[in-house]
């Protein structure tokens, strides 16, 4: 059930009322059932794979809770690892080393198995539970029940963003009630997120596919653009699922946090990775980074360990060597800057903030090229096309590079003036906001426009 269909505002809606119909002890239930039958629209055999996973670190979560051996506490926690990651390998990645393995003479036989939606991110919520629980940093909950509306939540189940238990667990605990405030603020960001997916994001899509499908046919310039189209667009859509997440789940008095903040922005790389997919940032340096010794361990361990971090970051976006590689590079840029003592100033201003923005820009946009690219083959074909310094423009790209020119100037100036822009007004600013935006975007739909999955579906 895609966020960007009929099927999916009506959902929302019938959930919506018949959650503040019931009485207050039955709302969990509501919750509960309408994230499950959100999962089941799309694969009803795969709710079993959740289910499985549900029970066993339910159960870890259990007896690390009874027991005070050390060593029984390290099993324990060990089996939740050992279960979770084994199905992450066994969906995602087992293609991916079964072709790696081929390309130097080993052969394994092939399984025809289907990717289950969100299975990056529950994986690691389901497995954030029993580690801290395990470093007794959380209670363990009582009812498997209450753990399954803790990973299952329909808003953030498919891509995020990744929760903490001890950011949402306490909530469902304890669901605040909706106010007039809450319910406009999550009309608002539900506007907002439709309007960057569908105006923004699909749009961008359209520029930046056919250029890294086919590198070869495209002068630099055109290249360059179709670079930073695919750069805005994925952010625009990564976003865009959040503040529909966000925006939805606050309709049911659930606040999650944001995965955003202006990441574009950033004058470093070290800033960037604190501004974009915040939530997968937290996790992979709490539970990875630190657990791998983090800086404590002296310099050249601390590169060694930014560069693991971050190449196993790849590697949970895509199961491709491309991926691996868009990981590893961030983790020399962040390797890099740590030995060149360079940090996130957050009071740089002037020519010095918007050479240091730019040139953050242009290394993540690097990046962007081996996450996009089919191939290094591919990845390689547009860095050669860039170099080539071919600027000319043809007649059928010139709409496409201004458009997206535009896009990216408004977005350095019109963004850090955000804050003076948005309408205050507690009541009539964002119900006329939403309802302009909402009546754009139901034209839009009920017109029969498509609209392309999230791109984050596909991790």
Not at 3 to 18: D, E, R
Not at 37 to 47: C, E, I, K, Q
Not at 112 to 119: R, V
Not at 328 to 339: C, S
């Amino acid at each position: 059930m895609l966020f960007t269909t009929l099927h999916f505002a009506a959902f929302l809606l019938f959930t919506f009322l018949v959650f503040h119909l019931v009485p207050g002890r039955f709302r969990r239930a509501v919750m509960l059932v309408s994230s499950v039958y959100f999962y089941a629209s799309w694969s009803v055999p795969y709710l079993a794979l959740i289910a499985a996973q549900l029970c066993v670190d339910w159960s870890c979560g259990y007896w690390l809770s009874r027991s005070e051996s050390t060593s029984r506490r390290k099993w324990i926690v060990v089996v939740s690892l050992v279960v979770n990651l084994s199905s992450l390998c066994l969906f995602k990645y087992y293609g991916f080393f079964l072709r790696t393995l081929d390309a130097v003479g080993f052969h394994l036989p092939p399984l025809e198995l289907t990717l289950p939606l969100g299975i990056s991110f529950y994986t690691f919520e389901s497995m954030s539970y029993t580690i801290d629980v395990y470093r007794r940093r959380l209670q363990p909950v009582r009812s498997p029940l209450h753990l399954a509306l803790f990973v299952t939540w329909f808003p953030h189940l498919i891509a995020g963003p990744i929760i903490r238990p001890a950011e949402l667990v306490p909530q469902l605990g304890n669901i605040s009630p909706v106010t007039r405030e809450r319910f406009f603020s999550g009309l608002q960001l539900l506007a907002l997120g439709y309007c960057k997916k569908l105006l923004g994001a699909d749009w961008l899509a359209k520029v930046a596919d056919p250029i890294f499908l086919h590198p070869h046919t495209y002068t630099s310039l055109e290249l360059l653009v179709g670079v930073y189209a695919y750069a805005f667009q994925i952010y625009l859509d990564f976003s865009a699922y959040t503040d529909i997440a966000r925006g939805a789940s606050r309709w049911f008095g659930i606040e999650l946090p944001e995965n955003f903040n202006a990441p574009y922005l950033a004058t470093s790389i070290t800033d960037f990775w604190r501004r974009w997919h915040m939530t997968l940032s937290h996790w992979l340096r709490d539970y990875l980074y630190l657990s791998l010794g983090g800086n404590r361990k002296g310099h050249a361990r601390t590169y060694i360990n930014l560069c693991l971090t971050m190449l196993l970051g790849g590697l949970w976006h895509g199961a491709a060597w491309t991926f691996v590689a868009w990981g590893g590079l961030h983790g020399i840029y962040l390797a890099v800057e740590r030995a060149l003592g360079v940090q996130p100033e957050k009071h740089l201003s002037g020519l010095s903030r918007v050479v240091r923005t730019l040139l953050t820009f242009h290394l993540v946009c690097a990046a962007w090229v081996l996450f996009r690219a089919r191939s290094f083959a591919d990845a390689a074909e547009i860095f050669r096309g860039i170099a080539s310094l071919s600027l000319h423009v043809t007649r059928e790209m010139l709409p496409s590079v201004l458009g997206v020119t535009l896009l990216v100037i408004a977005y350095w100036l019109v963004r850090p003036l955000r804050p003076r822009l948005l309408l205050r007004a507690p009541f009539g600013g964002p119900l006329l906001f939403s309802a302009l935006m909402g009546g754009v975007l139901v034209v839009y739909m009920l017109l029969g426009a498509s609209s392309n999955a999230f791109i984050y579906f596909q991790f």
